[in-house]
């Protein structure tokens, strides 16, 4: 009888970032170098993921944190998997912070960081991620939007503030800030009169241009 040879072919996906991504990444590394975070302000469907992992990748770390919404973690370890790096990742959402290991992160990407925005009082989401970038020794941090200041530019200032070192750092909270980045006004609601914070100046968006990356 003649014998039957299996062969096994393994294919084998060789991710390939298109030009512009490889030009981000280039871009995002020589950032985070000088100053430990960096925005990438890419519109939806452009690869934020992918190219945020690759700035990971490129930066030869070890363990990142991927802070997302639930229903994005999925589709984020596809990409993971897909790009196939040497690091370790840990992908959650925002809501299960609190269940963070002790392991130590030399990347935390913030993904949809414009849900960080809220002020003048920085919201839990805020306060969360910063008290990790604290534990954990100021790592690398990216933070990933595709509408980064959608209301105001006055959003801008409690998604950086969760760096240890950003360019509002002189300003110790929202209200020192303000004075001189918002345009304050007032307004009565319920026969009472108080400020009004939405009237970011354009010299916010300015300040932030050295650590911002726009596609």
């Known amino acids: ?40 302000a890419m519109e939806v469907r452009t690869g934020k993921t992918l190219t945020s992992l690759s700035i990971s990748k490129t930066l030869a770390v070890s363990n990142v944190l991927f802070i997302t919404k639930k229903k994005a973690i999925s589709s984020i370890q596809d990409d993971y998997n897909l790009l196939n790096p040497d690091f370790s990742i840990n992908i959650i959402n925002y809501e299960s912070l609190h269940k963070i290991d002790s392991a130590p992160y030399d990347v935390i990407i913030c993904d949809e960081a414009h849900g960080m925005g809220a002020y003048p009082k920085p919201s839990k989401r805020a306060k969360d991620v910063k008290s990790l970038i604290q534990i954990n020794n100021n790592p690398y ?32 909270n929202f209200y020192k800030f303000a004075k001189k980045y918002v345009n304050i006004k007032q307004r ?3 026969s009472f009169m108080i400020n009004d914070y939405s ?17």
């Open 141 to 172: 941090v990216i933070l990933l939007s595709g509408t980064p200041t959608p209301e105001s530019y006055s959003q801008m200032y409690h998604q950086v503030s969760v760096m240890l070192k950003h360019p509002f750092s002189d300003y110790i």
């Open 199 to 215: 009237n970011g100046l354009q010299t916010i968006i300015d300040e932030m241009k050295p650590h911002t990356i726009s596609y």
């Open 188 to 190: 009565k609601i319920n």
């Open 1 to 40: 009888s003649t014998p039957i040879i299996l062969v096994s072919f393994s294919i084998i996906l060789i991710m390939e970032l298109r030009d512009y991504q490889k030009e981000i990444v280039r871009l995002g590394v020589n950032v985070l170098k000088e100053h430990k975070f960096v925005y990438l």
